[in-house]
């Protein structure tokens, strides 16, 4: 059924998937591709079609059935409208692909893309195809290339900066060769709606990168603790003069106490001679006294 499927598609495709349509790899390493649908097709079943040509490709995997082998992994991000599908140990035989959407009660509609797979260096490639900003701070990614060419920096689906300045979404890009056959990107100001793919791209091979922007972890070299110390079975250090913070014990493991720190009202101070592990952020639960607008932290507390 899959393969009639295919062949009424024929030179009747519609413009229903965006993908890359030529990557550089290096024998034995993973890549992950990128393809971008409509959003219509949101819950429709994508899968990963191997094979030159369209009619007779084999399917590798599902969003529904998983590759038993784990040569193929995929993923579907119904939010930002885009699979991704991971290819693991590649060989130079993993050179044609397809992303395809499953289409209920009709043909199924697939976009091909390459793999130029080498023992050597790839033409193009990142130090790093995943990587993390963080709100309002910038990021900065490293395109390698091996020939000489116009490089451009690509949102997929989106639009492109090809000169040394521009914006994708409204944030700020600039680029720059950094040194001979380096390409380098910066994005400034970033939002949490930067979070997507991108690709580097010279002539007709691109490099697609995946940027997650969140809000940056915090962290502490000492604890700071409250002097209002009731019930914690420690002596108060006695060096913060305000009571106004809140903070709720959550339990008194061996060596320290653990703490749930109300950061709204938050007047304390740094004790030297207490330590805590990184603290993390916690987002506001119902459970919890306060707002919608709270925010609460958790550290351990303990003696050196």
Avoid at 202 to 229: G, M
Avoid at 264 to 281: D, E, H, I, R
Avoid at 289 to 297: E, H, M, T, V, Y
Wanted: aromatic share 12%.
């Amino acid at each position: 059924l899959a393969y009639s499927l295919r062949v009424l598609y024929l030179g009747l495709k519609p413009s229903i998937i965006t993908t890359v349509s030529k990557v550089s790899v290096k024998t034995g390493k993973s890549i992950s591709i990128p393809c971008l649908y409509e959003s219509k097709y949101r819950n429709h079943v994508k899968y990963f079609c191997e094979g030159a040509k369209w009619r007779s490709c084999n399917d590798v995997v599902k969003t529904n059935t998983a590759d038993p082998s784990g040569k193929y992994s995929i993923s579907d991000d119904k939010n930002q409208f885009f699979f991704t599908v991971t290819i693991n140990n590649l060989t130079n035989e993993n050179t044609d692909y397809w992303c395809v959407v499953e289409i209920n009660n009709g043909p199924d509609y697939g976009e091909h893309f390459q793999l130029s797979v080498t023992s050597g260096t790839p033409s193009l490639y990142v130090d790093h195809q995943m990587i993390t900003g963080y709100i309002g701070e910038s990021t900065t990614i490293r395109c390698h290339h091996s020939n000489s060419g116009e490089m451009k920096w690509c949102r997929l689906g989106r639009n492109c900066v090809t000169g040394s300045s521009g914006s994708i979404d409204g944030t700020t890009v600039t680029t720059y060769m950094s040194e001979p056959n380096v390409f380098t990107v910066t994005m400034s100001g970033l939002q949490s709606e930067d979070s997507g793919w991108y690709w580097c791209a010279k002539e007709d091979i691109q490099i697609p990168v995946y940027l997650t922007v969140t809000e940056k972890p915090i962290t502490s070299e000492y604890c700071k603790v409250f002097d209002d110390w009731q019930g914690a079975g420690v002596d108060s250090p006695g060096f913060c003069s305000s009571h106004s913070a809140e903070s709720s014990r959550l339990a008194l493991p061996s060596g320290g106490i653990w703490w749930l720190f109300h950061l709204a009202n938050l007047n304390v101070c740094n004790v030297p001679f207490w330590k805590c592990s990184p603290l993390s952020l916690l987002p506001y639960d119902s459970g919890l006294d306060g707002d919608k607008n709270s925010i609460w932290l958790v550290g351990h507390i303990s003696t050196y």
